[in-house]
Structures are given as structure tokens and as C-alpha cells.
T-cell receptor
């Protein structure tokens, strides 16, 4: 059963702690992406990776870090430098084909208290 | 950078009516325009997309139109059903190849409610 798996679904952390969100895909997709969604707003791009061992900043990368050591995995670390980390985080992936689309995971809701 | 504006923010219709959601974009280089449906607490799901070499695309009750000159695109849902109730997002992307098609700029979303 192919897809994108984000874990955990809900995550609670204390202010000042770093936290890592997991994203795994078994679709053999080349590119992976992280988005942030705040209530009543659209999704905003945090980081993306079009190939293993390479990634680029999106529109709101400050306070976040990523790695892409394996094709199927693209973890996102929310650092203590992120001023408003509480949000819904969505991971997506796509192939390199011209007729592709971006597939999204089910999201991780991070609450920092 | 790209900016995508989406209207209306909420839309309420009766079952069987049509619903139309409109988006405008700012970057004339954008060439891929997907529409996503998001249910509460879930990730977005693609419902239809259109590329800049096409003016209209239809899939059963859903259609999308694109006007490149005016830089706007619209989602049309006919014969709406209660299960169409969700948040709908438009998005825009530019670049060559599939690895660009996930690098999206999203609109703010439209909450569609279909009353039985």
C-alpha cells in the first residue's frame, strides 16, 4: 500500500525544545516537501528537496532544518529558534515526470506549550 | 515571488446547486495550477489540475478553467453533494519537470458547505 506516512499525528513539546517530525514515502518519488498550515490559512512552503543529499529553503525556512539522506525520508526539525512553532505540518512528494502531481501526507499537529 | 489570491473565503450552497471558486495569480511564469480538497484534520487531496497549455479541463462534476491573459483560474463543481463539503485550495507552481510541481504557492482556502 503506497503512500506518505507522517508520524506522529499529534505532538506536544515544551517551549525551547527541538522536535523532529517524520515523513516517509514508499512511492519512489524524487522530490519531497514540507509545508506549514496555520488555522484559516493556506499552506506555506518550508523546505523542499528535489534529490537525495540536496535541499532548498522555501518561503518560511527560518527556525527549521531538514535532511535528505535517503530517497524515502525527509525529516523536519522544528528548532527553538522558530518563534511560533504551533501549527499543522504537512509533508508532500512528487516524481520527476511532467504529468505528476504532489501527494500529501495526513499531517502532524504540533503544539508547543 | 508568486502570490495567489482566492475568493470567496466561505461558500454555502444547497445540494444540487453549482459552486464556483476563483483564484488569481501574480507570476506570469506559473504553468501548473492544481486544486486540492482538504477535510478536517487530514492532508489535502488533489481533485483536478490544469497546465498552462490548456484552457479548460473537466472530470465528471468538477471543471477548471484557466485564463492566462488575465492570470486567473476557477474551480466549478456542479450538482453539489453534502460530501463535497470541505476546504478547497487553489495553488500555482512554475518550473520544468515534476520535481517542481510540489513547490506550490497556495491560496487562502475556501470553506464550502453544501446543505442537504
Amino acid at each position: 500500500d503506497g503512500g506518505i506516512t507522517q508520524s506522529p499525528k499529534y505532538l506536544f513539546r515544551k517551549e525551547g525544545q527541538n522536535v523532529t517530525l517524520s515523513c516517509e514515502q514508499n512511492l519512489n518519488h524524487d522530490a519531497m516537501y514540507w509545508y506549514r498550515q496555520d488555522p484559516g490559512q493556506g499552506l506555506r512552503l518550508i523546505y523542499y528537496s528535489q534529490i537525495v543529499n540536496d535541499f532548498q529553503k522555501g518561503d518560511i525556512a527560518e527556525g527549521y532544518s531538514v535532511s535528505r539522506e535517503k530517497k524515502e525520508s525527509f525529516p523536519l526539525t522544528v528548532t527553538s529558534a522558530q518563534k511560533n512553532p504551533t501549527a499543522f505540518y504537512l509533508c508532500a512528494s512528487s516524481t520527476s515526470r511532467d504529468d505528476t502531481e504532489a501527494f500529501f501526507g495526513q499531517g502532524t499537529r504540533l503544539t508547543v506549550v | 515571488g508568486e502570490n495567489v489570491e482566492q475568493h470567496p473565503s466561505t461558500l454555502s450552497v444547497q445540494e444540487g446547486d453549482s459552486a464556483v471558486i476563483k483564484c488569481t495569480y501574480s507570476d506570469s511564469a506559473s504553468n501548473y495550477f492544481p486544486w486540492y480538497k482538504q477535510e478536517l484534520g487530514k492532508g489535502p487531496q488533489l481533485i483536478i489540475d490544469i497546465r498552462s497549455n490548456v484552457g479548460e479541463k473537466k472530470d465528471q462534476r468538477i471543471a477548471v478553467t484557466l485564463n492566462k491573459t488575465a492570470k486567473h483560474f476557477s474551480l466549478h463543481i456542479t450538482e453539489t453533494q453534502p460530501e463535497d463539503s470541505a476546504v478547497y485550495f487553489c495553488a500555482a507552481s512554475k518550473g520544468a519537470g515534476g520535481t517542481s510541481y510540489g513547490k506550490l504557492t497556495f491560496g487562502q482556502g475556501t470553506i464550502l458547505t453544501v446543505h442537504p
